[in-house]
Nanobody, 118 residues
Framework: VQLQASGGGLVQAGGSLRLSCAASGRFFSINRMGWYRQTPGKQRELVATVSSGGSTNYKDSVKGRFTISRDMAKNTVSLQMNSLKSKDTAVYYC?????????????WGQGTQVTVSS
């Protein structure tokens, strides 16, 4: 399974960006998809996830600002980020849990840089 992420970039504080990620390859289905982020010297942290049933989960600090959405038919996940803050600056990683021969595997995209200038 390959995850191709896009949409990162440089934006001023208060601005918006939209991240997208597409899953491709051979798998039976994808359970949860989501976005994580990481800054230098820190552990990767969960930003938002969406289950195959549509249930969402957000990091507290992004609630009300970020919206995760998923297209089950296209195996894509997007993250709309509004009211961006400098503390949102990080490398964002797409994540997916795919079922292959009845076993769930976890996959990561290549990461996309989001920089918010104050």
């Amino acid at each position: 399974v390959q995850l191709q992420a896009s949409g990162g970039g440089l934006v001023q504080a208060g601005g918006s960006l939209r991240l997208s990620c597409a899953a491709s390859g051979r798998f039976f289905s994808i359970n949860r998809m989501g976005w994580y982020r990481q800054t230098p010297g820190k552990q990767r942290e969960l930003v938002a996830t969406v289950s195959s049933g549509g249930s969402t989960n957000y990091k507290d600090s992004v609630k009300g600002r970020f919206t995760i959405s998923r297209d089950m038919a296209k195996n894509t996940v997007s993250l709309q980020m509004n009211s961006l803050k400098s503390k949102d600056t990080a490398v964002y990683y797409c994540n997916a849990r795919a079922i292959i021969q009845l076993i769930e595997y976890e996959y990561w995209g290549q990461g996309t840089q989001v920089t918010v200038s104050s």
